[in-house]
């Protein structure tokens, strides 16, 4: 079992940013791929961002969000910039075994994180 930890969500006005944080316990991040889902009330979980051998966003948030990891801290991280309301939501660390790994369908994640919230305002 990988367990994955989130921080780093709150409340925010339209156009301001997060820094989302996810520790996961394990040293073999190098072999595997791990992203960000999101899920608001009432919807889907939907794909945010991947970082493995590649890099992948969702159209959504292509160009305000960045995905990037280190590695030595057993850690993924999700920068948000320019916020919006269609934002909000419980945003979801996912690990998947492999470096190859495609996290853009969420069958395809082995562990999830508990999830943190993201509220952007007006």
């Known amino acids: 079992q990988v367990q994955l930890v989130e921080s780093g969500g709150g409340l925010v006005q339209t156009g301001g940013s997060l820094k989302l944080s996810c520790a996961a316990s394990?040293?073999?991040?190098?072999?595997?791929?791990l992203g960000w889902f999101r899920q608001a009330p009432g919807t889907e979980r939907e794909f945010v961002a991947s970082?493995?051998?590649?890099?992948n966003y969702a159209d959504s948030v292509k160009g305000r969000f960045t995905i990037s990891a280190d590695n030595g801290k057993n850690s993924v991280y999700l920068q948000m910039n320019t916020l919006r309301p269609e934002d909000t939501a419980v945003y979801y660390c996912?690990?998947?075994?492999?470096?190859?790994?495609?996290?853009?369908?969420?069958?395809?994640?082995?562990?999830w994180g508990q999830g943190t919230q993201v509220t952007v305002s007006s």
């Open positions: 394990t040293g073999t991040l190098s072999i595997s791929t």
């Open positions: 996912a690990f998947r075994w492999g470096l190859y790994s495609d996290l853009r369908n969420l069958a395809n994640v082995d562990y």
């Open positions: 970082i493995g051998r590649f890099t």
